[in-house]
């Protein structure tokens, strides 16, 4: 069964640093989707790809943030530089437009900023 | 305000026992919720999807139920196992809207 691929699955890094988070979405799927989510908590939207495009960043603290998809497949988000508040758990999810609503996460990655 | 809440926080039965969480949501207009499954440390997994059409919908010994009428759902997990420890996220999609509105999630904790 196809998955959603993620790395790295575990990131410890201090404090002003840069990070970078790699996603690799289900094969054929247009949209791609990086969320965070801080423990106790329900994920929270960070930026959605339509194919290689932005459609919503409106929550991507683009201060410090990057994401970019540049051929439409796989999908980089970048933290530069890191912060204390910015450990999580980052869950990649993609989703067919044509196979209905289901959205499918992939195993996450958690950073941990000292 | 677009808004799932969901109840109780945490929960803590023993194995073989039933139980029930609760979902309220005021997100308009409706098109979907759905229930995940998270384990620690892991992704979302689906286990139900329900349009305004739907009432119930089953997915082995989970159960899920919706009233729109009262922007309510429940999920009823029947005869718990150890494994069904996992914190369990209540999710509302917008009509004409692609972002979903996610729950706080209820952890559930198995005891033998």
């Known amino acids: 069964e196809a998955e959603v691929a993620q790395s790295p699955r575990y990131k410890i890094t201090e404090k002003s640093q840069a990070v970078a988070f790699w996603c690799d979405p289900i094969?054929?799927?247009?949209?791609l989707y990086w969320y965070r989510q801080i423990l106790g908590q329900g994920p929270e939207l960070l930026v959605q790809f339509q194919d290689e495009s932005v459609v919503d960043d409106s929550q991507l603290p683009k201060d410090r943030f990057s994401a970019e998809r540049l051929k439409g497949v796989d999908s980089t988000l970048k933290i530069q530089p890191a912060e204390l508040g910015d450990s999580a758990m980052y869950l990649c999810?993609?989703?067919?437009?044509?196979?209905?609503?289901?959205?499918?996460f992939g195993p996450g990655t958690r950073l941990t900023v000292t | 305000k677009n808004q799932v809440e969901q109840s109780p926080q945490s929960l803590i039965i023993l194995e073989g026992k039933n139980c029930t969480l609760q979902?309220?949501?005021?997100?308009?207009?409706?098109?979907?919720l759905r229930w995940y499954k998270q384990d620690t440390g892991r992704g979302p997994v689906s286990l139900t999807i329900?349009?305004?059409?739907?009432n119930t919908k089953s997915n082995g010994r989970y159960t899920a139920t919706l009233d729109a009428d009262t922007k309510q759902s429940s999920l009823h997990i029947t005869a718990s196992q150890l494994s069904d420890s996992a914190s369990y996220i209540c999710v509302v999609s917008r009509q004409g809207a692609q972002k979903l509105v996610f729950g706080q999630g209820t952890r559930l904790t198995i005891n033998p």
């Open positions: 094969s054929g799927h247009a949209t």
């Open positions: 329900m349009t305004f059409s739907e």
């Open positions: 999810a993609s989703r067919d437009p044509g196979q209905g609503y289901e959205q499918y």
């Open positions: 979902c309220n949501y005021t997100v308009s207009p409706f098109s979907n």
